[in-house]
Structure formats: C-alpha cells, structure tokens
C-alpha cells in the first residue's frame, strides 16, 4: 500500500487536546504478545513506515520519539494493519530488549487478582542502568 492511499484510510483522533493522533498497538511477530500502546502522529507514522523502525507521539512531552533511542531496546516492524474504524494501528514487531520503560518486556506486566495488581512479567532490564538522567 502506498503512503498516501494508507493515510487516506486512516481516520486521526484528538487526544489530550492534540489533534491527529492513532492508536498504535505492537504485538510481538512471532508470539503474538501484547507489548505496548503508544500513540502515533502522521510524521511518527510516516518514519516508522520509511525506516522499518517504531516511532511515536509522546502525548505528555508533545514530541516525537524513536523507541529505543536512548535504551537500545528497539522495535522492528514485520507487518502493519489498520482496524475496521481507521483510528488505530496494529504493529507485529520484533523486540529487541524491553518495551517497557519500566524494564519489563511488555507494558502489559501486572495482572489484576483478586482486586490487587501482580507482576506476571519478565523484566529484561534495569532501567536505572538504561536510562540516565
């Protein structure tokens, strides 16, 4: 699919007061795991497509990024879809390292038992040795 038909489908939403904004959901290409949400603006979108490499919109520092850029932990892109409602994307990626900020390999680590959230991930890293401030 060529860039300019692919962003003639999709439908952009206002989020946090910022216009143009998809929702991107990356699963793991081989296992199908849920790795993270993040959004995506036109230029994330349009870099991520040119590069084969993820990139997003951070709607709290209003910036794009470049996941891993700093951590190393970087997604490669296998195959893109688009929902039926044109709003959200759907990566199949390979992980290199982490997903999560907070060292664990999917954002989705705690799981919700008995009315109390449990670890129920691998952390991957530690993020105090990733990330230096």
Known sequence: MKKSSLFD???????DGLDGLFLAVVQDYKSDEVLMCAFMDEKSLELTLETRLMHYFSTSRRSLWKKGESSGNIQEVKSVYVDCDGDALLFKVK???GACHMGYRSCFYRRLADDKLEVDGVKVFEPKEVYVD
């Open 95 to 97: 992980q290199v390292g």
């Open 9 to 15: 489908t999709l439908k952009p939403r206002s989020v």
